[in-house]
């Protein structure tokens, strides 16, 4: 069995980020991913739709297509999903999901992405200024209040994790204009290649969130 269990927003299995972990170290004998809406169907995951401008969450799904699903939905779907993972006695539980879960974090002690990746950018950045990259306009104005009160002065412009090139490069040209001294790649869904393309077109430093998770799995994994 592995040593850790982890859980992603939608459904598994999530081929395009297996292959991005494997790339970055991690094979699938490091980790077990399940998804928090694993066991409905397709058609009923379209169905949990966002309720409010701050219910949104963006997932690709098991073929390749992106949705965006209810949160509140997912919060209650998925707790089904963590529980069984504690239930199999995983040694360590990770959130593949840098979004804020204040629910989840009250009740279960599991490790949450988004406290990997906040403290991995507050270790390294001491001033200036912050972009942050998010998938979904409707999630522009909650990550950027969530970045400044953590003391950031910080920009956000929406890119989805599945852009094609054009759509690559308009968001760089808008992120250009801010001039910020470090980029940050805020969904577990970015790409090691979107982020090369992104920092080498702005000549600054970038993190992404699924390389600073993978380097949290392998030091969980050196000892089995």
Avoid at 204 to 223: Q, R, W
Wanted: glycine share 6%.
């Amino acid at each position: 069995m592995n040593n850790i269990g982890a859980l992603i927003i939608g459904k598994s299995p999530r081929n395009e980020l297996n292959n991005e972990l494997n790339k970055l170290g991690v094979s699938s004998n490091d980790i077990e991913i399940r998804g928090a809406l694993d066991g409905l169907k397709d058609s009923e995951v379209h169905l949990l739709k966002p309720k409010n401008l701050s219910d949104h969450l963006f997932t690709v799904m098991p073929n390749g297509n992106t949705v965006t699903i209810s949160k509140e939905s997912v919060i209650e779907i998925g707790a089904i999903q963590i529980e069984k993972l504690i239930k199999d006695k995983y040694k360590n539980i990770i959130l593949l999901c840098t979004g804020s879960f204040p629910i989840w974090k009250n009740k279960y002690n599991i490790i949450y992405s988004s406290s990997i990746l906040h403290n991995f950018v507050k270790s390294i950045n001491t001033q200036g200024k912050i972009g942050i990259f998010n998938p979904l306009e409707e999630q522009y104005n909650k990550t950027k209040e969530l970045w400044i009160s953590k003391g950031y002065d910080a920009e956000v412009t929406n890119l989805s994790p599945e852009a094609n090139p054009n759509e690559v490069s308009n968001a760089i040209e808008k992120m250009s204009i801010f001039k910020p001294r470090l980029v940050v790649f805020d969904c577990i869904s970015y790409k090691t290649h979107t982020k090369n393309h992104v920092c080498s077109e702005l000549n600054i430093p970038g993190v992404l969130a699924i390389s600073t998770i993978a380097n949290v799995i392998k030091e969980l994994n050196y000892f089995k």
